[in-house]
């Protein structure tokens, strides 16, 4: 079955820096990666998802990249405010309709 | 538009006992999926069902089973129940399957003692 390793586990960044999180799959089936976003308290939330098909997906502060090749797809936030502080989960789908498996988790915390 | 209930919010269960948990999608959408939720283990895969079968399942005991209603409306049930099983579960529906945007519901937090 499909593996993702997510990577760092926990992020510390200054107000206004990048942020960067990891994301590697196994499946080469895969085709669809999506990520969440979920805030002390609450429900995980789609914030983007990019396909196979695609390189790259930017919407406002937030971009992923896709590298096919190497299995690996990475999550960008630009300009970090507090209220991106929260939890990032990257997923990968096995192809088709197979379930989607989760990351272990980014911990982010923007310092004001 | 409603979006994914999940009831109830809080249960406190003893070992051994066992515990059904429901989750009402978005109407419409036919895909659930359920997910437990540790600190140590981020979102492990139980179950999705479509059109009341179960098409996928994750690596979950026996004690683990679901099901899912003609409204799309689905439980999940947990027998035996063990210390290790407390956590936050949480379902989620997709119009069609989990690619595409999944919505979840706000999860049920299961204690045992």
């Known amino acids: 079955g499909e593996n993702v390793e997510q990577h760092p586990s926990t992020l510390s960044v200054q107000e206004g820096d990048s942020a960067v999180i990891k994301c590697t799959y196994s499946?080469?089936?895969?085709?669809?990666f999506p990520w969440y976003k979920q805030e002390l308290g609450k429900r995980p939330q789609l914030i983007i998802d990019?396909?196979?098909?695609?390189g790259e997906k930017k919407d406002q502060r937030i971009a992923v990249t896709l590298n096919k090749t190497a299995k690996h797809f990475s999550l960008h936030i630009t300009e970090t405010q507090p209220e991106d502080s929260a939890v990032y989960f990257c997923?990968?789908?096995?192809?088709?309709?197979?379930?989607?498996?989760f990351g272990i988790g980014t911990k982010l915390q923007v310092i004001p | 538009k409603a979006g994914v209930t999940q009831t109830p919010r809080y249960l406190i269960k003893t070992r051994g006992q066992q515990v059904t948990l429901s989750c009402s999608p978005i109407?419409?959408?036919?895909?659930v999926s359920w997910y437990q939720q540790t600190p140590g283990q981020g979102l492990q895969f139980l179950f999705e069902?479509?059109?009341?079968?179960?098409?996928n399942k994750g690596n979950f005991p026996g004690r683990f089973s679901g099901r899912q209603f003609s409204n799309s409306r689905s439980e999940m049930n947990v027998s035996t129940l063990e210390l290790g099983d407390s956590a936050l579960y949480l379902c989620?529906?997709?119009?069609?399957?989990?690619?595409?945007?999944?919505?979840f519901g706000q999860g049920t937090r299961l204690t045992v003692v």
């Open positions: 997923a990968a789908n096995g192809g088709g309709y197979q379930k989607v498996t």
């Open positions: 109407s419409g959408h036919r895909s």
């Open positions: 499946d080469s089936a895969s085709n669809y």
């Open positions: 990019i396909r196979s098909n695609v």
């Open positions: 069902y479509f059109s009341e079968t179960q098409r």
């Open positions: 989620a529906s997709s119009l069609q399957d989990m690619n595409t945007e999944a919505f």
